[in-house]
């Protein structure tokens, strides 16, 4: 099995056809591979103030084409019953939010509307982000770029079907 690392660089603005595009052809310049040998390739494409890395892992395990998995360097989305995985479901970021908007609804509603910003594919900064902040669970920034990956992914995932509006609907309205 041969492994490749990436890092690269991308921006979220554009049109829902335009952000999947950009990553679809970052993909396209992977070497196919054989028989005898898979190629597997990881894609660094955020880092977050504590140093970890959010990356894609190709291919994903059960899944063909353009799948990926979301992973996010050094973390453990899992139960304390079940196995260590780094890369979150939809659930984990849907309790978290849920959590997020139970502590303190008026700082939800600015996170909401970063989220909303992510959804309707434009960027955001570490200025935007200023500010919001709750006690519990996961760091805004950690919410912000792993759900950007996530939308991205369903958009290429479910290509002619409602993609990023499958994990839309995980973020609770304020």
Known sequence: MAEHEITFSFSNEGTRNEVRLRVVEEFAKEIPGTIEETERYTYYVETLKDGNRVYLRRPANLHNGFDFLVCVENMN???????????????????????????????????????????????????????????????????????????????????????RNMTWGIVPKP
């Open 77 to 163: 989305y899992a139960q304390p019953e079940e196995r260590r995985r780094n890369s979150p479901k939809h659930d984990d970021l849907a309790a978290d939010l849920q959590a997020k908007k139970i502590e303190n609804h008026q700082m939800y509603a600015r996170l909401y509307e970063l989220l909303e910003k992510v959804f309707e594919c434009h960027d955001v900064t570490e200025d935007d982000m200023e500010g919001i902040e709750f006690l519990s669970g996961l760091s805004v920034e950690h919410i912000i770029k792993t759900i950007k990956w996530l939308f991205i992914e369903q958009d290429i995932r479910y290509w002619n079907y409602s993609g």
